[in-house]
């Protein structure tokens, strides 16, 4: 670009209505002669700047669709189109930021792991649909995605791990130019979600860049972007970036799915993400909700003259025995072994030298408290009697009562029983680290325990306790040493979420026996809402044991499958027909 255009391109842009000079009329050369709005999937895009009559603005954005998430955004008088429709409409406490692109700072080092290309494939389309699904954001549909993969309004972008070539994130792309003849010249970034369950650092980031450098090399002058007022995170990720605050303000509709932003702090939002995913599926349907103690997880949902207490999954329809059963792991055992089903061989603990006995004659064991949860007091794969004996007395720091039981190899398989029907089956996988050639084992473990804190809302990090060390240690390294870059590192045993393990959705891959054997299991605890876990050779095979039953399963992290759904039906079975056909 000359010296000459340079300079036009800046007294261009001292004019441009959207930052300095916001106050006034468009200059004649800006008039629009039609209304511009782009169907992104999840809702429509209205650029309010192209239109004249703030009255048609609340009109096109009450023929909002079912379902989707309709932005007005760029409007000169909000307030005003405000006012034609205040009971429908409302303020997105949200910011808009906008980068100069002749202002970008490129980085030259590269992303590790993952690379970033365009969509591709209808594969693709349907892994960003879940991934949207999982993050709880409106989806676009897999086909709209796929039927727009040629468009020169709308891009995708996704982040692929370089290893079993997964998706890990995605990105959509706005050109207004394309779209309107945007006389400003302009772009917009939309929907950025990243895997919570990402082992690498810096995909959120790398995809911003992708689509950065996208609209640079097309010569477009900004790109903008929304994002809440409080997401300090992504807030910091941006100006980073060097993206800046511009008063560009945007209207949504008063519908279910953005009912969070305009009724204000309510005391359900005290909850942790188990019990809200139940409590946002029962207020969509119209049911009352009653915060009996945030902290501890217990509500009740209210409707009509039925009233249910709930401890997160738990709630009364789980009589006090059948949660028994599953709370002591002894009896859990004995009950699904009377039934027929598979369990691995087990021993109460009774002394030392009884217990090394058992050690010798397994090989290898898994030693835990017979009563707990999360995780806490389980050794797994103890093969030697020292480290046997430091195991039974971590357990016993959780209950006095201990077992040991044969270590089986295989997937660990949480299958999700609810009214005893499966509704969700997914792979949780022990916590890992991937190596940088850079950073020492504990601080790639301190890293991924932010992470996982950070997408889970505190649920899920990394223990820095003994157990973390031991299997560091018996993977041949210890904690201060670097870990080479690209090695893979499993630093639990235990795939359990509240220790930084992560979990995959397999249900449509489960084998018809998997499915048989849980509900069996249901059954045979006489509990209506379970989590069974199995050990498997592979989801797709009839092989199993199953090791646990949990009264009080997490319905969160199994998207998209719909377990809130399911527990709700299962409260409210009055609720399903309006659902089905509302």
Same mark, same amino acid.
């Given at each position: ?7 036009? $391109? ?184 990243v895997d919570p369950q990402a082992p690498y650092p810096g995909i959120g980031e790398t995809l911003v860049r992708q689509v950065i450098e996208y609209y640079l090399a097309r010569g477009r002058a900004f790109l903008d972007l929304s994002v809440m007022h409080d997401n300090a995170n992504a807030i910091r990720l941006y100006e980073k970036l060097g993206f ?32 809200s995913i139940i409590v946002n599926e029962a207020r969509r349907r119209g049911i009352g909700i009653e915060v009996i103690d945030a902290e501890a997880g217990y509500f009740a949902l209210v409707l009509g003259g039925r009233r249910v207490v709930c401890r997160e999954s738990l709630s009364e329809l789980t009589s006090a025995v059948a949660m028994s059963r ?105 916590? $890992? ?77 489960? $084998? ?45 992290? $199994? ?24």
């Open positions: 670009m000359s010296t000459k255009e340079r300079f036009h $391109h800046r007294l261009e842009r001292s004019r441009a209505l959207s930052v300095n000079n916001w106050d006034g009329e468009p200059r004649a050369d800006q008039r629009l002669g039609e209304s511009a709005v782009v169907d992104c999937g999840w809702g429509r895009l209205l650029f309010g700047q192209t239109f004249t009559d703030p009255r048609a603005v609340a009109v096109a954005l009450q023929d909002e669709r079912p379902g989707k998430r309709d932005v007005a955004l760029y409007l000169r008088d909000p307030h005003v189109v405000l006012s034609y429709a205040p009971q429908d409409l409302f303020l997105d406490p949200s910011h808009t930021f906008r980068l100069w692109l002749e202002r970008y700072q490129s980085c030259h080092r590269r992303p590790k792991g993952f690379h970033i290309r365009l969509l591709n494939s209808f594969d693709d389309a349907e892994a960003i649909q879940r991934l949207y699904i999982s993050r709880r954001m409106v989806p676009p549909g897999a086909d709209f995605i796929w039927g727009n993969r040629m468009s020169k309004v709308l891009s995708y972008w996704v982040a692929e791990d370089e290893q079993d070539g997964v998706i890990l994130g995605v990105v959509n792309g706005v050109d207004h130019t394309a779209a309107f003849e945007d006389p400003e010249n302009g772009a917009s970034l939309w929907a950025l979600a800046q605050r511009i008063p560009a303000f945007a209207l949504k509709n008063k519908n279910a799915f953005n009912e969070p932003l305009f009724i204000g702090r309510q005391p359900e939002a005290n909850l942790n993400p188990y019990a599953c709370d002591d792991k002894a009896i859990t055992h004995r009950l699904l072994k009377r039934a027929g089903l598979r369990v691995p061989e087990q021993t109460r603990y009774e002394a030392l030298d009884q217990a090394e006995a058992f050690l010798s004659k397994i090989g290898s064991v898994v030693v835990k408290p017979t009563r707990g949860e999360q995780g806490a007091g389980i050794s797994v794969d103890v093969r030697d009697p020292e480290t046997l004996e430091k195991a039974v007395a971590a357990a016993r720091r959780v209950c006095d009562v201990v077992i040991l039981e044969e270590f089986v190899q295989g997937d660990d398989l949480r299958i999700v029983v609810i009214d005893f029907q499966v509704v969700a089956a997914a792979i949780r996988r022990p916590a $890992h680290v991937i190596g940088t050639g850079q950073h020492s084992v504990h601080d790639l473990i301190q890293a991924q325990s932010r992470r996982r804190r950070a997408a889970t809302g505190g649920e899920s990090s990394i223990p820095m306790d003994a157990e973390t060390e031991r299997c560091v240690q018996a993977s041949g390294y210890d904690m201060t040493d670097t870990l080479p870059e690209g090695a893979y590192l499993q630093v639990r045993k235990t795939a359990n979420l509240h220790t930084g393990g992560t979990i995959h959705d397999v249900t449509a891959e489960l $084998h018809p026996k998997l499915a048989d054997a849980a509900c069996g299991a249901a059954r045979a605890l006489e509990i209506p809402v379970t989590g069974l876990d199995f050990i498997v050779p592979s989801v797709s095979a009839p092989e199993y044991v199953i090791i646990e039953a949990n009264e009080r399963p997490g319905l969160a992290n $199994h998207e998209p499958q719909p377990t809130a759904e399911r527990f709700v039906d299962l409260l409210f079975p009055q609720t399903v027909f309006r659902e089905e056909f509302s």
